[in-house]
């Protein structure tokens, strides 16, 4: 069984650094995006950063050149490293991949994982 596995989060003050993980367990042929999205309450949930097979990544607006997307791909892990954080953050943060497996194509959310920036 494929599935994510999301670890980071947590409180930091503004200004301050956190780091996400998500690494896709479970046996998969590839992996064509990985990425992060955010929802904070009562709004929708957003992409925040991604990366796509090929190496090409984008990411929102708001987070240009504070936060970085990278992977290592011997782990099918992504990390997401947020700095100079902002209340403005605050949010569930979901990690995504979708790629290719036995059965097909696969195409999975993380649980969530809260960042709360506050101090």
């Known amino acids: 069984q494929v599935q994510l596995v999301e670890s980071g989060g947590g409180l930091v003050q503004p200004g301050g650094s956190l780091r996400l993980s998500c690494a896709v367990s479970?046996?998969?042929?590839?992996?064509?995006?990985m990425g992060w999205y955010r929802q904070a309450p009562g709004k929708q949930r957003d992409l925040v950063a991604a990366?796509?097979?090929?190496?090409?990544?984008n990411y929102a607006d708001s987070v240009k050149g504070r936060f970085t997307i990278s992977r290592d791909n011997a782990k099918n892990t992504v990390y997401l490293q947020m700095n100079s954080l902002k209340p403005e953050d605050t949010a569930v943060y979901y990690c995504?991949?979708?790629?290719?497996?036995?059965?097909?194509?696969?195409?999975?959310w993380g649980q969530g994982t809260q960042v709360t920036v506050s101090s």
């Open positions: 995504y991949a979708d790629g290719s497996r036995g059965s097909g194509w696969f195409s999975l």
């Open positions: 479970g046996s998969i042929f590839s992996i064509n995006t």
């Open positions: 990366w796509r097979s090929g190496g090409s990544t």
